[in-house]
T-cell receptor
Framework: GNSVTQMEGPVTLSEEAFLTINCTYTATGYPSLFWYVQYPGEGLQLLLKATKADDKGSNKGFEATYRKETTSFHLEKGSVQVSDSAVYFCALGGSNFGNEKLTFGTGTRLTIIP | DTGVSQNPRHKITKRGQNVTFRCDPISEHNRLYWYRQTLGQGPEFLTYFQNEAQLEKSRLLSDRFSAERPKGSFSTLEIQRTEQGDSAMYLC????????????FGNGTRLTVT
């Protein structure tokens, strides 16, 4: 079946540090890949997505590239801010699978200290 | 766009009691989803509706669970004869129809079964 494996947290970084959160997946066919973020006290929201191999999703300074050869979708940001403190979820799904079956990873809690 | 609204925010109930949660999606979204999230895990798909039709149910949704969306607007999720293992955050999301449309999540209803 489909599954997502995420880097375990929590992750604590200093402001302006470089961030990588690893995500690998197992799926049959060609899913779309997503990163969702949950800020304190708020609902999950889409951060970025990529729908096919070699696509790069980007938003708010975050990037992730869909790597079919390594079945990965690692999240990166060059310089994190305190406001990036949140829980980050990698997910797979999409029109080939049906959005209704988004499969999420376990989440990675990120804390940025000033 | 007022977002996805879920009520109540918290529910504490005794084992064996029935509970009902409500979700009001974004008004122009015709797809509505229910997910469950336990501590330290990512959201797990439960079921989804397109308009008033319930199109898919996960094996996680036992016979004690029932979801409805009678007029294609709000939805209810009922759990009968609650068990301690039902304690979790129940998340509702909605999306417009269309390939890879992002899911918009509510803040969830946290259920505690004592």
């Amino acid at each position: 079946g489909n599954s997502v494996t995420q880097m375990e947290g929590p992750v604590t970084l200093s402001e302006e540090a470089f961030l990588t959160i690893n995500c690998t997946y197992t799926a049959t066919g060609y899913p779309s890949l997503f990163w969702y973020v949950q800020y304190p006290g708020e609902g999950l929201q889409l951060l970025l997505k990529a729908t096919k191999a070699d696509d790069k999703g980007s938003n708010k300074g975050f990037e992730a590239t869909y790597r079919k050869e390594t079945t990965s979708f690692h999240l990166e940001k060059g310089s994190v801010q305190v406001s990036d403190s949140a829980v980050y979820f990698c997910a797979l799904g999409g029109s080939n699978f049906g959005n209704e079956k988004l499969t999420f990873g376990t989440g990675t809690r990120l804390t940025i200290i000033p | 766009d007022t977002g996805v609204s879920q009520n109540p925010r918290h529910k504490i109930t005794k084992r064996g009691q029935n509970v009902t949660f409500r979700c009001d999606p974004i008004s122009e979204h015709n797809r509505l989803y229910w997910y469950r999230q336990t501590l330290g895990q990512g959201p797990e798909f439960l079921t989804y509706f397109q308009n008033e039709a319930q199109l898919e149910k996960s094996r996680l949704l036992s016979d004690r669970f029932s979801a409805e969306r009678p007029k294609g607007s709000f939805s209810t999720l009922e759990i009968q004869r609650t068990e301690q293992g039902d304690s979790a955050m129940y998340l509702c999301a909605s999306s417009p129809q269309g390939a890879d449309s992002p899911l918009h999540f509510g803040n969830g209803t946290r259920l505690t079964v004592t």
